[in-house]
């Protein structure tokens, strides 16, 4: 059977070491070079024709960053981050580069505890070798995220206390997307041209330690209130709330307010944070007046949730092939047969404000 090749870029010569060990533990890969810079990466590239790249974004010369423009338009290879937690924001910055996924260390430096990425770098490099080729190909233009423009404080009135009647059709937007999200929820958030006296609630897949940068660096291109949730976080029209990294988020009505939970994943939750408890816990409080989203991603996680929230009358959209950049979870959602629209990416927003009754 043919090797799957890949090329490990990293100017640590302890990481260069560790990651090749770790990846040649797949029987399917075999590592056929690595390059300290962005330099050197390139002339790996062209001379030994990887499969993928695993890369550092710190390195001397020419960095990660350069590098990944490079690989990412010029050469279509698929790029998996390794970076450590302390660097979070930059990782963002490299997914909306065009990489398609990133593992956490859990130092910078040169530590045994390095090893402890295995079965995730396992797992992703399997997921991302069994996309048909060409799939996660996907031109994510570079810009300077902008500062919001100052807008008014929207009333603390909880997004759909039960019984009181509203004039629009939906209440509360729950978002679930993993490989590709993170550059797919930014241009979402960033496209809507007013804050809309609806509520948004996010679970992506993602680490411990991430969650709070991504929303940080959301908060700042969107005209809704963006942050990382905490229990106890009231769920408020024009504010939109990330699921923490490692942890589910969950909802309950208290005193008639609609108030986020943070609750460590049960052992059956192959997807952290969860978009299937999101969406199960959130559609038996807004019923009718949600609309789910399902975005990018591998697995079937939010497959299970979108019944429900089908069952209880809510609306259910999902990211079609066309722009996805894994049509992993979209895919499977669709597949339920309870999807009311399949739209690209670029129309979401407006099949959210459509589906809302505010166009």
Not at 317 to 329: K, L, P, T
């Amino acid at each position: 059977m043919k090797k799957i090749k890949i090329v490990v870029v990293d100017d640590s010569a302890f990481s260069r070491r560790s990651i090749t060990r770790m990846l040649e533990g797949l029987d399917s890969v075999e590592v056929v070079g690595y390059a300290i810079n962005g330099e050197e990466g390139i002339q790996k590239v062209i001379a030994l024709k990887p499969d993928l790249i695993t890369l550092d974004l710190e390195m001397p010369k020419m960095d990660g960053f350069t590098l990944l423009r490079i690989l990412t338009t010029r050469f279509s290879l698929p790029v998996i981050v390794i970076s450590a937690l302390s660097g979070a924001d930059k990782v963002f910055r490299a997914l909306e580069l065009g990489a398609l996924d990133f593992i956490a260390k859990p130092s910078s430096s040169a530590s045994v505890e390095l090893l402890s990425i295995k079965e995730d770098l396992h797992k992703k490099v399997l997921q991302i070798l069994a996309l048909k080729p060409g799939s996660h190909v996907r031109t994510v233009p570079e810009y300077d995220i902008p500062e919001r423009s100052p807008v008014g404080q929207e009333s603390a009135e909880p997004a759909g206390k039960a019984g009181i009647g509203i004039q629009h059709a939906i209440d509360l937007v729950a978002i679930g997307s993993s490989t590709g999200g993170p550059p797919a929820l930014q241009q979402i958030f960033s496209a809507f041209e007013q804050k809309y006296p609806f509520a948004v609630v996010v679970s992506q897949h993602m680490p411990a330690g991430f969650t709070k940068a991504f929303a940080d660096r959301l908060n700042r291109s969107s005209l809704f209130d963006i942050k990382e949730a905490e229990d106890g976080d009231l769920v408020l029209p024009g504010r939109i709330l990330i699921a923490p990294g490692g942890k589910n988020m969950v909802f309950e009505v208290c005193g008639g307010q609609v108030t986020a939970r943070i609750v460590a994943p049960s052992g059956s939750d192959r997807y952290v944070p969860s978009v299937d408890a999101m969406l199960e816990s959130c559609a038996g409080i807004y019923r009718k007046r949600v609309a789910a989203v399902i975005l990018t991603g591998m697995g079937n996680d939010g497959s299970k949730g979108i019944r429900t929230i089908k069952e209880h009358g809510g609306c259910v959209i999902a990211e079609s092939e066309e722009s996805a950049v894994v049509y992993g979870m979209p895919r499977e959602a669709v597949a339920t047969g309870v999807v009311d629209h399949c739209v690209p990416l670029d129309r979401v927003v407006s099949e959210i404000i459509t589906q809302g009754g505010f166009s």
